[in-house]
């Protein structure tokens, strides 16, 4: 019953979300309408809104079971409470995609973000978002590991340097195995 309640929950203000996508807060002073209007649609292309799309219904799933614990006997009227309160305050979302696009207006110029928008709305785009967390990590990884091989290799020949001038010098050189590998950072 109290993953159903959740999921009704979720739709609930999903729906009402969407509804009220349209409407949003009057325009900020100090950005055009047409420079919003560029940072919304980026925003859209980049999908960056849709990382808060779960923030009300995971805080009211959060309420929800706070106050269940509080008042067990009223888990049927904290469930409509809850979701008639985030319902309400699901308008509240425009406000924040509204700052999003303020925040991407004040680092880009307009033009700079229909070129952003034009390109991730592209197939090309679209594959970056969806696989550029992959090569970024897995460009990560290459980093650390040739960061280990070249860490090795220059204390070993190093060593070798060394060890070669203090023979020249007359000097007794380290073994190398006395000297530890500097660890990649």
């Known amino acids: 019953m109290k993953m159903k309640s959740r999921f009704g929950l979720s739709v609930a203000i999903a729906a009402t979300i969407m509804g009220l996508g349209a409407f949003s807060v009057a325009s900020a002073q100090d950005i055009s309408p047409e420079h919003e209007a560029a940072a919304k649609a980026a925003l859209q292309a980049l999908g960056i809104n ?50 999003g696009a303020q925040i991407y207006a004040n680092i880009f110029t307009a033009e700079e973000l229909n070129q952003l ?12 978002i969806q696989y550029g967390p992959i090569a970024a990590r897995e460009l990560g990884q290459a980093g650390d590991i040739w960061a280990r091989g070249i860490a090795r290799d220059l204390s070993q020949q190093a060593q070798a340097e060394l060890n070669r001038r203090i023979e020249a010098d007359g000097g007794t050189p380290v073994e190398a195995t006395e000297i530890p590998a500097v660890p990649a950072q």
């Open 50 to 99: 849709n990382q808060f799309d779960e923030i009300l219904p995971n805080q009211a799933d959060l309420v929800q079971s706070q106050l269940t614990q509080v008042y067990p006997n009223y888990h049927t009227v904290i469930d409509e409470v809850v979701t008639d309160t985030a319902i309400a305050l699901a308008p509240r979302r425009a406000d924040l995609e509204k700052e």
């Open 117 to 128: 928008a034009e390109f991730y709305s592209s197939d090309v785009g679209k594959k970056f």
